[in-house]
């Protein structure tokens, strides 16, 4: 008989077999969960050549361990605590720290309850090449797993347990190399345990065990002086103990997260992102659901250290203190010019106080009155920061020495790109050669008493205005991923390569690329895109049936038959979200294979394409509409300018033209439907670059971009096909059709505009309908001034809500329509060759006309709705990284320009430009010809009248005129445009002064 | 209990038995003499507080005597609108297994346990033992308390299991310690400015309310959380009070103690005395109750409640001391233990 062994230990040894815990599920039941452990006495050390441990194959810890360290001339290994690895990740990543770590369970679980993004680094970290760690699963090997002590608390026994295991692994270490008879005794390596807490390292200290701080460690490595730039700045309390003590306190503290979150359950504290007012650092203001005015928050105090996009609570004031926002334009960099870096931080001195003083003149003057205020409230805690690395500049006032040579540690002011971001604080040794340059600079935390947050030095980008530094440092801004292509999103191209093409029709089909695809190689069908395009993702064609109606139809690439589902190459394009277009680069979302190539349509190749066919009356309206998978071979690629160059040429009667004409008048004919619906002709300032040539890419002018009428054939079209294909697919996916709305705005989104219009030019503005909208936007005109309209649409438009993507099934269908259409409902299906969004739809249409079965992943609302988030936010990156490429370009054209005239001798650039706000200190002016937004600021006094947005700049002499010149909102000026450097941080800025009707030089 | 038939001359014979003088048992014992009763804690890990006890249970083989398994198990409740229960509850239930009555059909057997649950959950949710530590967030949220006991087997004085068990349970329950998390806005309040520390928007707990504040007090306490995750919490309060129950069998004119299923079923009438026993203050009897269907009248109740009093504090002085060697045994010599291997 089988003898049957029972192994399940006894009840009596539970304490040491069972691990206990209690959790809080979110929905606040309190569960009782029991681990079992078994403990081990083979759990390996992971050093090579250990005679006890079976050495896997896995990588292992060198024998001597790491021999370069100062401190330990017979060789040492790294123990870290957790602390080290919640604050120093960034030296730890870095590659010139290779000492070989040994990271203990303990220090695992802990890093994963504490942070979860700073776990999935660790993981990452142990994972990488040419880092040696080795796990020691500490609590599963029964020499160093230990019991909790009564009154012991959590972070005391896992102290404790690292203890444990330091002293465990070097009388291992001793144990397994005795004494070789004959050969001197070589002392074994040591292991250190590395710890940033004092208090565990006093008690390592008392039990023998040799422990080390992090700053301590680096100190005594051999690229010190860089590695030490990129330790934290949590580590500098315990090095200079001195300074902590008697800091003055600057902000209040933060509640704790518990409590921060009652308070919002309750309804106390409010909870929303945290937007900076570009205009003046002392203010931003917190959108939340509450109100449907976002909350002010008024002074630094208030803002309680929180940074861009950090997702606060705020607590609201009693409603008498409620406060309008300034009408004053304070920038940061002006007020605290003579802030030092190594000071700011201490106690009362001379210069704090000043600025503190400074500062609250700031705030005083805001304390004016105004009818408009607003719910006004304090930051009491933030419940996720939205840290990330900054592009800045090093000021160089900030520097106690320039000298290149100089390695001593200095603390200099970090001064982010970003307006919306304060200065960050940084302990470097490399300050000098770091000036001019671009860096990357990370937060680690903002104490309450320190005014500025401190960071770290990350990398450095490059030379500033070097092409590649602004570039890089752009991207970075908007966060957009621009690295290559991995090997594994290009394996998932076709093998073909460059040589794939479309398989002939019947016998060479192998992979069935034929199958259910009409042939349409013979349709006379066209393309039209903007000059130098390469992804051409829309082709047209258009001819008369026989009876009488016309026959209509646009071409898509057909992405979704190279980007298959769930690849990596799919997933890459999810993250990705869009292809973003700057000035001189573009960063693809679909690597160019695909995108210039085999889905672009090119003329006289063979391309597959998904079609939408209609039937149209010559009236344009529509009598049926057809989707189909296709072939089609464009028969010409043109240039608007080419396309209507050849419409207009009455010489020119072959199919090709004709049928251009065709689309031309359905397409005028579905515009001015379109307008009778109330759809917004809107505006926004959009202007060209010339380059000069593709090598140099110094741009040579700037003009604004010019509208033809085949531009808006191929919008009709495009809008048509978006249109049919939103009704499609929801119809047959109500639940998770990707679709795309445009929210209607709210009416107080308009009030100002239409009081300034009132006021100042006696218009009215009707905003009760989008048609509303575009009748009386159509009736805003200037007779001597025909920019103006532009301009009304343009301050019109950011009114406006943004356009987003969503998913059917999470919105109620009342909210779908698109309000700048006005059309009921709306979808992007036009360019998947650079938007992901139109891939989804694409494959969703596919499913719809029964072509494929719908992905799993698209029938899921949760997974739609997160993939369109992300698109969402790429988007909007997206089109900032291209603004502000222009930005870039426009102020690099701006500069030669200069130069050019200066050289002449005419003296700067002068441009006629629009007043678009009005400040207590200066005039927010647009340059219509350039694109461009500036702010005129007037350090003498002016008279503000902020009802009547209209400022009054009295006459002097010194200004050209003894009048009083009166200048409001949309009045025409001359302002004269320099590019000029900030002289601290090489930051380049575009500064307006006014010419007309003052002269604001002398001012 | 009407679990066992006898017949009439197997119940005169040990009716004479009791009787005689001195008493003659079917086990040898006397009148007041108690079987050996065995007692572990902690037999249920994930309930909060368990215990098993047995009495009579053949100390070689574990075979026979009546055999008890309780278990605590502690749930977050939201407390509904003013219905009192603001300071947490308590709720016992008593399951029988069949097999330990298998002459009993299913309707019976649930009429017996519903017997057992009311005589103790009657006693035990008595407000006069009703721990104060139940309370989470005042008003909104307590713990429900689940006593649970399972009969696996019954050879006599099923009573006196079910209490000691429910002692011992509730002996060795912990309640995990919670912080309540609550954000009072300062109202007409000068905004802090530069407050240093944790500032006096957190509170946890520490309120005293004076008894003379007959005013509803509104706390804002939303939630709570669990400070330390690791600890198995803090002992129930009022540990010391839960009381034992001795039943006196009465064949007039004597009593005995922890009778055999056979001599309960031909005794004709039982009476149930619950006493509490708390450190500083003089024993309580918390519940009585008769079974069976003879009478007594009060000059006699009164002196079997005194003796039964004397032999509940025999009775809990030994199951205090073994309840008090449970705990150093779980954790103090388990620990060492461990220390030692």
Not at chain 1, 31 to 45: A, F, I, N, S
Not at chain 1, 594 to 604: A, E, F, K, Q, V
Request: aromatic share 6%; charged share 25%; with cysteine.
């Amino acid at each position: 008989m089988v003898e049957i062994t029972i192994r399940k230990r006894s009840q009596t040894e539970a304490v040491i077999t069972q691990r206990k815990f209690f959790k809080k599920t979110a929905r606040g039941k309190v569960v009782k969960v029991l681990r079992e452990r078994y403990l081990r006495d083979d759990v390996g050390c992971g050093i090579e050549g250990c005679r006890e441990c079976a050495s896997s194959d896995e990588e292992l810890l060198p024998v001597n361990g790491d021999l370069t360290h100062q401190s330990y001339p017979n060789g040492h290994y790294i123990l870290p605590d957790t602390n080290v690895f919640l604050s120093q990740m960034d030296l730890l990543e870095s590659d010139r720290f290779r000492s070989p770590m040994i990271l203990l369970q303990t220090v695992l679980e802990e890093v994963r309850h504490r942070s979860l993004p700073l776990y999935n680094r660790l993981k990452a970290l142990t994972k990488s090449e040419d880092k040696r760690i080795w796990t020691f699963y500490n609590e599963y090997r029964s020499e160093t797993a230990i019991v909790r002590e009564e009154d012991e608390t959590p972070n005391d026994r896992n102290d404790r347990g690292i203890r444990i295991a330091t002293a465990w692994y070097n009388t291992h270490i001793s144990l397994t190399r005795p004494p070789i008879r004959g050969q001197t005794k070589n002392a074994p390596p040591t292991v250190v345990l590395m710890t940033e807490d004092a208090a565990n390292r006093q008690k390592a200290e008392q039990a023998g065990i040799s422990c080390i701080s992090v700053r301590k460690y680096v100190e005594g490595m051999k690229d010190a002086s860089q590695l030490l730039d990129l330790l934290s700045a949590t580590g500098s309390d315990d090095v200079e103990p001195t300074r902590a003590s008697g800091r003055q306190v600057l902000y209040p503290e933060y509640l704790s997260s518990a409590t921060l979150m009652a308070g919002v359950k309750a309804g106390e504290l409010h909870q929303g992102h945290f937007n900076p007012n570009p205009y003046n650092y002392l203010e931003g203001t917190v959108s939340v659901p509450a109100f449907s005015k976002p909350i002010l928050l008024a002074g630094r105090e208030n803002m309680n250290r929180a940074v861009q996009g950090d997702i606060v609570v705020v607590e609201l004031f009693n409603e008498k203190e409620w406060k309008a926002p300034t009408d004053e334009v304070v920038d940061q960099e002006a007020t605290l010019k003579n802030d030092d870096a190594e000071d700011s931080a201490e106690e009362g001195d001379e210069n704090g106080e000043d600025v503190i003083a400074k500062e609250s003149r700031v705030l005083r003057s805001a304390q004016v009155p105004v009818s408009e205020r607003q719910p006004t409230g304090r930051i009491v805690g933030v419940i996720k920061r939205n840290w990330r690395a900054y592009v800045c500049h090093i000021d160089s006032t900030s520097l106690t020495s320039t000298l290149t040579t100089s390695l001593s540690t200095q603390t200099v002011f970090a001064t982010p790109v970003s307006r919306l971001l304060p200065r960050i604080r940084l302990r470097t040794r490399q300050a000098p050669s770091l000036l001019n340059q671009k860096i990357l600079v990370t937060i680690d935390r903002w104490d309450t008493t320190s005014r500025y947050p401190e960071g770290h030095f990350v990398r450095s980008l490059g030379k500033v205005e070097s092409k590649e530094a602004e570039q890089e440092s752009l991207l970075l801004e908007y966060e957009v991923p621009y690295r290559p292509f991995g090997k594994a999103i290009l394996d998932c191209l076709p093998p073909e390569g460059d040589s794939w093409v479309v398989p002939s029709k019947g016998g060479g089909d192998n992979h069935n690329v034929w199958r259910d695809r009409e042939d349409l190689r013979d349709v006379i069908v066209c393309s039209i895109d903007p000059p130098g395009c390469q992804d051409i993702d829309d082709a047209l064609h258009a001819k008369l049936l026989p009876n009488g109606n016309v026959e209509a139809g646009v071409h898509i690439a057909d992405v979704s038959h190279f980007v298959l589902p769930d690849n990596p190459m799919d997933s890459e394009a999810a993250a990705r979200g869009t292809t973003v277009y700057l000035v001189d680069n573009r960063i693809d979302m679909l690597p160019s294979l695909l995108g210039t190539n085999l889905c672009s349509l090119r003329p006289y190749v063979e391309r597959l394409a998904f079609s939408t066919i209609w039937e149209l009356t010559p009236n344009a309206d529509i009598v049926d509409v057809r989707f189909t998978k296709s072939v089609i071979q464009s028969k010409a690629a043109f240039t608007y300018e080419e396309a209507q160059i050849r419409k207009d040429d009455p010489h020119l009667q072959d199919e090709l033209t004709k049928s251009i004409r065709l689309l031309n008048s359905l397409a005028v004919k579905l515009k001015a439907k379109r307008m009778t619906a109330g759809a917004l002709n809107l505006a926004s300032p959009e202007v060209k670059i010339h380059l000069d040539s593709a090598e140099s890419s110094e741009p040579i002018d700037v003009e604004q971009k010019e509208l033809r009428e085949t531009n808006s054939l191929v919008e009709e079209f495009m809008l048509l096909a978006n249109v049919s294909v939103a009704r499609k697919i929801d119809e047959s996916f109500p639940q998770t059709a990707v679709l795309r709305r445009h929210l209607p705005p709210p009416k107080t989104n308009f009030e100002k505009l239409q009081d300034i219009l009132r006021k100042t030019r006696g218009l009215t503005l009707d905003v009760s309908s989008s048609g509303a909208l575009a009748a009386s936007l159509d009736k805003c005109i200037d007779p001597s001034e025909p920019a103006f309209n532009t301009l009304v649409r343009i301050m019109a438009t950011r009114c406006m809500l943004s356009a987003e993507y969503f998913c059917s099934g999470s919105v109620g269908r009342d909210t779908f329509g698109h309000y700048g259409l006005a059309s009921d409902i709306y979808t992007h299906f036009t360019s998947p060759i650079r938007r992901y969004a139109d891939v989804l739809v694409h494959r969703q249409l596919a499913a719809a006309i029964g072509f494929s079965p719908l992905h799993a992943s698209l029938h899921s609302k949760s997974h739609v709705e997160k993939v369109l988030d992300v698109v969402n936010r790429r988007h909007r990156m997206a089109q900032m990284a291209s603004r502000a490429s222009v930005e870039f370009y426009v102020g690099l054209a701006l500069k030669g320009r200069g130069e050019a005239s200066k050289a002449r001798g005419e003296g700067e650039v002068r441009e006629e430009a629009f007043v678009i706000r009005t400040f207590r200190n200066g005039v927010g002016v647009f340059v219509s010809k350039l694109g461009i937004e500036g702010l005129v600021t007037f350090t003498r006094d002016i008279q503000f009248d902020a009802d009547n947005y209209t400022v009054t700049v009295p006459g002097s002499a010194s200004a050209g005129s003894k009048e009083d010149a009166k200048i409001s909102v949309f009045d025409k000026v001359v302002v004269q445009i320099e590019v000029e450097k900030d002289k601290n941080t090489q930051r380049g800025k575009v500064k307006m002064t006014l010419i007309e009707p003052v002269d604001s030089r002398a001012l | 209990m009407a679990s066992t038939s006898i017949s009439k001359a197997e119940r005169s014979y040990i009716q004479a038995g009791l009787l005689a003088s001195p008493a003659r048992r079917t086990d040898g014992r006397t009148v007041t003499d108690f079987r050996s009763i065995s007692l572990e804690t902690g037999v249920a890990p994930l309930a909060n507080g368990s215990a098993r006890l047995s009495i009579g249970q053949n100390p070689h083989n574990g075979s026979g005597g009546t055999e008890v398994v309780a278990a605590a198990k502690l749930e977050v409740e939201t407390v509904e609108e003013e219905d009192g229960t603001g300071d947490g509850r308590i709720v016992c239930s008593v399951s029988c297994s069949p097999s330990a009555y298998p002459n009993l059909s299913t309707g019976a057997l649930d009429d017996l346990q519903h017997d057992l649950t009311t005589v103790l959950h009657q006693t035990l949710s008595d407000r006069s033992l009703h721990p104060s530590n139940l309370v989470i967030l005042p008003g909104k949220k307590s713990w429900l308390l689940n006593l649970d006991i399972l009969v696996l087997a019954d050879s006599g004085n099923i009573y006196d299991a079910l209490f000691m068990a429910a002692r011992a349970a509730l002996w060795d329950t912990k309640v995990p310690r919670t912080r309540s998390v609550e954000y009072k806005a300062k109202r007409n309040e000068p905004i802090a400015k530069n407050t240093s520390g944790g500032s006096g928007d957190m509170d946890v707990d520490q309120d005293t309310t004076s008894g003379f504040d007959t005013r509803k007090i509104i706390s804002n306490a939303i939630d709570f959380e669990l400070p330390d995750y690791w600890d198995e919490g803090e002992v129930l309060d009022g540990r010391d009070r839960w009381p034992v129950c001795v039943t006196l069998n009465l064949v007039p004119p004597v009593h005995y103690l922890d009778a055999l299923p056979l001599e309960e079923a031909s005794t004709p009438v039982r009476l149930l005395l619950v006493f509490s026993f708390p450190s500083s203050a003089p024993p309580t009897l918390q519940a009585m109750r008769m079974l069976g269907a003879g009478e007594v009248n009060v000059a006699e109740l009164k002196s079997l409640v005194t003796e039964g009093e004397k032999y509940a504090k025999e009775m809990m002085t030994a199951i205090t001391f073994k309840l008090k060697e449970e705990d150093v045994r779980r954790n103090q010599k388990a620990r060492e233990k461990f220390a030692k291997r």
